[in-house]
């Protein structure tokens, strides 16, 4: 398992469409994190799965990787759910990260570096507002503070749907398009100024708290330690899920770019959505599953990560008992080979798993690869070494046997 020998890792551009090979020996790693009022259904995690294969693949290459993920704990969602129920929205927040790390450690997901939040980033989030203002790219209506997209180049030029599409989707998103005074429909909100019932900090531009997008541009612009070789961008990734991909990740860069002239990232990376038995998986429709609920069930950490990353990261799928009884059953096939005192050859099944993963995380085939070696072991082959595959299905998939 030399990580000299893994080939460099593609993978597939959201934006560009084609693939980005990620060959810095100091990537940068910035993914949105979650929001924490509804904490963690199985969307979100098999969205952190799929980064935490992409880190493990990294790491075990020989990078070096500085991996960031901020906490949206202050958001519409957060405080309508918090008013909902009588709480303080503080306490939700505070109680639903408790809940997301314990996930993320039971499935085995590598802790970033570091977990930031919006609260406690708010004077760079202040501070980078200020930059907008002064830079002259910034209007204001009502004490409301929007970024004038005409006053950045291209920016409005490169939008990843036509027009009316990126219209609907950002009012959707919780975007703004049809508020009056606005320069362009799609122009960001940087700062909303004080409403009654809603936590808001002091700024030189007035009392309010921060747009969506511009929390993970300060937040990414001051806590990345590791910059791409030969600053050819802000970051080397930024990675969350496919609906993400516009308006959040879209303008996060235009925000980020106005200032730096810079591109923000190298490449931009989506997981696909989860779904529940044929229906989109979503709180309106009440159908989200979560993963601790599945925990109490008594549902093995590993079979759900199993069962997430067995499909591809990229495609949109269904969730249902069915793939946990896939995965149960293809865990216990292969700890039933690996307690064997002889098994199929190994050394090249692991350079195909790497192999595999370096082309945008085919796990489909990673897995094919596993059941056709059970399958080997299973018919006596012989020459392979347990120990030697057991550490690598740790280290690239972080399954432990
Ligand atoms: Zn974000």
């Not at 093995?300 to 591809?312: D, F, G, Q, T, W």
């Given at each position: 398992?030399?990580?000299?020998?893994?080939?460099?890792?593609?993978?597939?551009?959201?934006?560009?469409?084609?693939?980005?090979?990620?060959?810095?020996?100091?990537?940068?790693?910035?993914?949105?994190?979650?929001?924490?009022?509804?904490?963690?259904?199985?969307?979100?995690?098999?969205?952190?799965?799929?980064?935490?294969?992409?880190?493990?693949?990294?790491?075990?290459?020989?990078?070096?990787?500085?991996?960031?993920?901020?906490?949206?704990?202050?958001?519409?969602?957060?405080?309508?759910?918090?008013?909902?129920?009588?709480?303080?929205?503080?306490a939700l927040a505070h109680s639903q990260i408790d809940l997301f790390t314990e996930d993320m450690s039971a499935l085995r997901v590598r802790p970033p570096q570091r977990y930031k939040g919006v609260?406690?980033?708010?004077?760079?989030?202040?501070?980078?507002?200020?930059?907008?203002?002064?830079?002259?790219?910034?209007?204001?209506?009502?004490?409301?503070?929007?970024?004038?997209?005409?006053?950045?180049?291209?920016?409005?030029?490169?939008?990843?749907?036509?027009?009316?599409?990126?219209?609907?989707?950002?009012?959707?998103?919780?975007?703004?398009?049809?508020?009056?005074?606005?320069?362009?429909?799609?122009?960001?909100?940087?700062?909303?100024?004080?409403?009654?019932?809603?936590?808001?900090?002091?700024?030189?531009?007035?009392?309010?708290?921060?747009?969506?997008?511009?929390?993970?541009?300060?937040?990414?612009?001051?806590?990345?330690?590791?910059?791409?070789?030969?600053?050819?961008?802000?970051?080397?990734?930024?990675?969350?899920?496919?609906?993400?991909?516009?308006?959040?990740?879209?303008?996060?860069?235009?925000?980020?770019?106005?200032?730096?002239?810079?591109?923000?990232?190298?490449?931009?990376?989506?997981?696909?959505?989860?779904?529940?038995?044929?229906?989109?998986?979503?709180?309106?429709?009440?159908?989200?599953?979560?993963?601790?609920?599945?925990?109490?069930?008594?549902?093995?950490?590993?079979?759900?990560?199993?069962?997430?990353?067995?499909?591809?990261?990229?495609?949109?799928?269904?969730?249902?008992?069915?793939?946990?009884?896939?995965?149960?059953?293809?865990?216990?096939?292969?700890?039933?080979?690996?307690?064997?005192?002889?098994?199929?050859?190994?050394?090249?099944?692991?350079?195909?798993?790497?192999?595999?993963?370096?082309?945008?995380?085919?796990?489909?085939?990673?897995?094919?690869?596993?059941?056709?070696?059970?399958?080997?072991?299973?018919?006596?082959?012989?020459?392979?070494?347990?120990?030697?595959?057991?550490?690598?299905?740790?280290?690239?998939?972080?399954?432990?046997?």
């Amino acid at each position: 398992m030399d990580g000299v020998l893994n080939p460099p890792l593609k993978l597939l551009d959201s934006y560009k469409k084609s693939h980005v090979t990620i060959d810095d020996h100091e990537i940068s790693i910035y993914v949105c994190g979650i929001t924490p009022y509804d904490a963690t259904h199985l969307g979100h995690a098999a969205t952190y799965l799929a980064f935490d294969l992409i880190n493990r693949y990294l790491r075990a290459s020989g990078r070096s990787v500085w991996f960031i993920e901020n906490i949206t704990d202050i958001d519409d969602p957060l405080l309508e759910r918090a008013q909902r129920d009588n709480q303080d929205w503080k306490a939700l927040a505070h109680s639903q990260i408790d809940l997301f790390t314990e996930d993320m450690s039971a499935l085995r997901v590598r802790p970033p570096q570091r977990y930031k939040g919006v609260v406690e980033s708010m004077e760079e989030i202040i501070e980078i507002v200020s930059e907008h203002i002064e830079s002259g790219l910034t209007y204001n209506i009502d004490g409301d503070i929007y970024l004038d997209l005409k006053k950045v180049p291209r920016s409005l030029e490169k939008l990843p749907y036509p027009i009316d599409e990126a219209l609907a989707i950002f009012r959707e998103r919780g975007g703004d398009p049809d508020r009056t005074g606005k320069s362009h429909p799609l122009d960001p909100l940087l700062w909303r100024a004080h409403r009654d019932n809603e936590p808001s900090w002091s700024a030189p531009f007035g009392k309010g708290r921060p747009g969506w997008h511009v929390e993970c541009v300060a937040i990414a612009m001051r806590n990345i330690d590791h910059k791409p070789s030969a600053q050819t961008s802000t970051i080397t990734m930024q990675g969350g899920g496919s609906d993400l991909i516009f308006p959040h990740h879209y303008m996060t860069a235009v925000q980020a770019e106005s200032l730096t002239h810079l591109p923000f990232a190298k490449a931009y990376i989506h997981a696909g959505m989860i779904g529940l038995d044929g229906e989109k998986m979503s709180k309106s429709r009440g159908n989200l599953v979560f993963v601790s609920k599945l925990l109490q069930q008594g549902v093995s950490p590993m079979v759900i990560r199993c069962a997430l990353i067995m499909s591809h990261y990229q495609s949109d799928r269904m969730w249902n008992s069915e793939l946990l009884n896939t995965a149960q059953t293809f865990i216990a096939k292969v700890e039933q080979c690996l307690a064997r005192t002889e098994v199929a050859p190994t050394s090249d099944l692991i350079k195909q798993i790497a192999e595999s993963l370096s082309d945008n995380l085919d796990t489909p085939k990673v897995f094919a690869l596993l059941n056709k070696w059970c399958a080997q072991t299973e018919a006596g082959e012989v020459g392979g070494s347990a120990g030697e595959l057991s550490r690598a299905l740790d280290t690239y998939l972080g399954l432990a046997f």
